[in-house]
């Protein structure tokens, strides 16, 4: 399964998702909780999240952190590692 995430309100998460024809959920962290919590951003009152990526195996551990994501190859990159999980 596939998530995304980000600061903005539901309905521009709405707009984005459908803009670029997102084939997976992209939920909304406009507490910013989420992000400070896996550390993709310093605290809850950053203006912005890092660009970070996570594996986590069926049991909900972290298997991989990716903290530089550039979007151009990062699911070919991904999927080499959901491969050897």
Known sequence: MVLGASFNTVE??????????????LLCDTTHE????YGACENVKARYPDRMS??????????????RVDPRDHAAKVLVDVMGV
């Open 34 to 37: 989420v992000a400070a919590a």
């Open 12 to 25: 521009q998460n709405a707009a984005f998702a459908a803009k670029y024809q997102f084939g997976f959920k």
């Open 54 to 67: 996570f594996l986590i195996d069926g049991d909900g551990r972290i298997e991989r952190v990716y903290d």
